[in-house]
Nanobody, 116 residues
Framework: QVQLVESGGGLVQAGGSLRLSCAAS????????MGWYRQALGKERELVAS???????SYADSVKDRFTISRDNAKNTVALQMNTLKPEDTAVYYC??????????WGQGTQVTVSS
């Protein structure tokens, strides 16, 4: 099994920045992709950004050019740098890790609130 511990998040004004971090432990050898999802109140969970073990990244259109995902394979961590935050970025953000067969684990979630 894989365990995930998230850190970061909080309250920031529009235009500000936050950084989320996620550390994986346990059966980390099975991890391929790592990523971040978010779920706003009353909405479905959506993929924000992901990164493969080889470093290939993908982003939701709504966060392109504002968010950057990075990964440290040696430390089994993934981070999400969020810049130029907007009120619509307000959500609970979840770390996610996947193998070739699907999701291995979810983080506990961290609240990001952007005030206007």
């Amino acid at each position: 099994q894989v365990q995930l511990v998230e850190s970061g998040g909080g309250l920031v004004q529009a235009g500000g920045s936050l950084r989320l971090s996620c550390a994986a432990s346990g059966s980390i050898f099975s991890i391929n992709a790592m990523g971040w999802y978010r779920q706003a109140l009353g909405k479905e969970r959506e993929l924000v950004a992901s990164i493969t073990s080889g470093g290939t990244t993908s982003y939701a259109d709504s966060v392109k050019d504002r968010f950057t995902i990075s990964r440290d394979n040696a430390k089994n961590t993934v981070a999400l740098q969020m810049n130029t935050l907007k009120p619509e970025d307000t959500a609970v953000y979840y770390c996610n890790v996947r193998s070739g067969l699907g999701t291995l684990a979810w983080g506990q979630g961290t609240q990001v609130t952007v005030s206007s």
